[in-house]
């Protein structure tokens, strides 16, 4: 496996648990449309001609928004992934995840990893009743154990009598605990967390941290993207500083936070 120049203090291998993911020299890059030049034709013959002759779209852009990035993710890790915007940290779980594909290197997993993010896709036509229950089996819930957890799980996201309306009736911060509370309802052997703890009140994120250390000790392994930096302290035994695309540091959660705050608030 390729290794960083950077700094790496990652955790004592004979402290965590066999490995869950591995990403080795991960580079992602977008290809998206700028400005065409001009006389520039954007016909179907001029599109013909750049496939025959393997050339790219005028004012196509490639954005490399990872570039080499390596570590091991151990059953009983919960990864904080920290970094200023466009740092690449979504790219990085949705890579995880398997939704992105890798220009170059590769990411390993001994399982199918759970991405949950603010924009997880529920039904919005869909009730939060019906929301629940397909989410419940597409996790792999059975219907048994879908109604024994309904009533934990609308307890949790806090939408009391919302949840008999469709989910466009809701607040985003309401989706967004929902998305939670269905997709923390079961362990994950890999849980991908994406900013999802930053909408609702003080005690939804109380609760939310307290249901992340539950899957950490059911031999979980949790990725945690998020600007508070309280949040990942709380819940985090590790955490990933990426920078411009590129692991800047990976180690213990308050080494790496602590170096992290000291070049943010410069």
């Known amino acids: 496996m390729a290794e960083s120049t950077r700094t790496r203090t990652g955790p004592d ?13 991960l580079h992602v890059t977008y290809r998206v449309m700028g400005p065409r030049p001009a006389g520039q034709s954007g016909d179907g013959a001029s599109a013909l001609r750049r496939l025959i002759t393997r050339r790219n779209a005028p004012g196509l852009r490639e954005i490399r928004a990872v570039r080499g990035v390596s570590f091991v993710a151990n059953h009983g890790d919960a990864i904080g992934i920290v970094g200023r915007n466009g ?3 979504s790219t990085l779980l949705r890579a995880i995840a398997g939704l992105l594909p890798a220009e170059k290197g590769a990411v390993f ?20 009743e019906r929301n629940i229950v397909l989410g419940g089996l597409a996790m792999g819930m059975t219907p048994a154990e879908v109604r024994g957890k309904f009533d934990l799980i609308v307890e949790f996201a806090g939408i009391g009598d919302f949840v008999e309306l469709p989910m466009n009736a809701y607040s985003s911060g309401m989706g967004a605990r929902l998305r939670f509370a269905i997709a923390a309802s ?3 052997d890999v849980l991908l967390i994406d900013e999802a703890l930053a909408t609702g009140d003080a005690e939804f994120r109380r609760k939310s941290e307290e249901r992340i250390r539950e899957l ?20 985090c035994n590790r955490a990933l500083w990426l920078d411009a ?17 000291a070049v943010v608030e410069k």
């Open 245 to 261: 695309g590129q692991l800047t540091m990976d180690g213990d959660v308050n080494e790496v936070l602590d170096a992290y705050e």
């Open 186 to 188: 079961v362990s994950h």
């Open 216 to 235: 950490r000790g059911e031999a979980g392994t949790v990725f945690l993207v998020s600007h508070s930096l309280p949040v990942i302290r709380e819940t």
């Open 87 to 89: 740092s690449g940290k």
């Open 13 to 25: 291998p004979e402290a965590v648990g066999k490995p869950t993911v591995i990403v080795d020299d």
């Open 109 to 128: 997993t001994d399982c199918q990893p759970s991405l949950l993010g603010v924009n997880a896709a529920l039904i919005s036509s869909l009730t939060g």
